[in-house]
């Protein structure tokens, strides 16, 4: 195989209660890369369409990403990288990790596959730190392994795959404003009190419980943040008003997708995904702020290969 053309979706970091450990991985929504052996040694993108983004891999979390991994791999050859940028970066819904995750799923396809899932993750959080200034995997890791993951530990990385009940759609709405993600991170407290910390990893807990059984309500009571969702709120506009609609349309829970600006919303069932959309979709038409929504099924296979050339 000589060339590769995959598609790298976008996920959804955090899930209420699992801050920096917990994400899901989306379907319809994400990048496509195109990624090329070529004879001289090294990692060059030839083609970004939509966004503009840097072509120096040095400067690009594709590109970072790929050159750890040969970095480790000391193949004989180099790569060509494009990109297709389907998902705006700062969206709150893993645009950077896409990309990096991308870069190293689809050369290590190229390469024969001697690297593991949580290696191909690790080489990707190098990517990712550059956008984010800090090795995080919670939107890296579903993109490569699909479903719920959580990230055990990042030193050493450990990530655990965790079960997706068969009927879990996902709502996201997108405000487009633009929120940092270093500003995000600042207004956060530095402690919390004892009491918020024992009720968010009850939840985390339970939650993970409820996904291995599949019992929605549990995943409803569950999805409640107490630690973070409190202070990111107030950086969207219209988030409370979101959240009540969704949960007046029988959403199982609602939350900030990363550090936002979107919000995402679980439900049971397309119907009642439905239905929420156009609740959630309601409240930003009565404003000025531009917008845009999608739903799906949890993406249980992570990144897909579109096509191969040898």
Not at 65 to 80: M, R
Not at 86 to 92: A, D, H, L, Q, Y
Not at 177 to 202: F, G, H, V
Request: proline share 5%; glycine share 8%.
């Amino acid at each position: 195989m000589t060339e590769i053309k995959i598609f790298s979706p976008a996920t959804v970091a955090n899930v209420s209660c699992g801050f920096d450990v917990l994400g899901f991985c989306l379907d319809g929504i994400g990048d496509e890369m195109i990624v090329r052996k070529t004879p001289e040694k090294g990692i060059k993108i030839t083609k970004i369409k939509g966004y503009d983004l840097p072509n120096e891999a040095t400067k690009n979390v594709a590109g970072v990403a790929a050159l750890a991994l040969i970095e480790d791999a000391q193949p004989d050859c180099g790569f060509e990288i494009e990109i297709y940028k389907n998902i705006k970066p700062g969206s709150g819904v893993g645009s950077s990790s896409a990309s990096a995750s991308g870069s190293v799923f689809a050369i290590n396809e190229l390469l024969g596959r001697p690297y593991s899932k949580t290696q191909l993750t690790y080489f990707a959080m190098k990517g990712e730190a550059l956008a984010s200034g800090s090795e995080h995997a919670d939107n890296i890791a579903p993109g490569i392994f699909g479903g719920f993951t959580l990230v055990k530990s990042t030193v050493p990385l450990e990530v655990v795959e965790l079960p997706t009940p068969n009927d879990l759609f996902a709502v996201i709405i997108h405000p487009q404003i633009e929120i940092k993600t270093s500003e995000a991170r600042a207004i956060l407290p530095k402690d919390i009190p004892l009491k918020n910390a024992i009720t968010q990893w009850a939840n985390m807990g339970s939650l993970v419980h409820a996904l291995h059984i599949s019992d929605y309500q549990m995943i409803k009571r569950s999805l409640i943040d107490v630690v973070v969702e409190p202070y990111r709120s107030r950086l969207i506009p219209h988030y409370n008003e979101v959240k009540l609609a969704a949960f007046n349309k029988g959403a199982l829970g609602c939350g900030i997708s990363g550090s936002g600006p979107s919000i995402f919303t679980l439900c049971q069932g397309q119907i009642q995904a439905e239905q929420v959309e156009l609740a959630m979709r309601e409240v930003y038409s009565q404003t000025d702020i531009a917008f845009n929504t999608y739903s799906c099924k949890i993406n249980t296979t992570g990144i897909k290969i579109l096509a191969t050339d040898s």
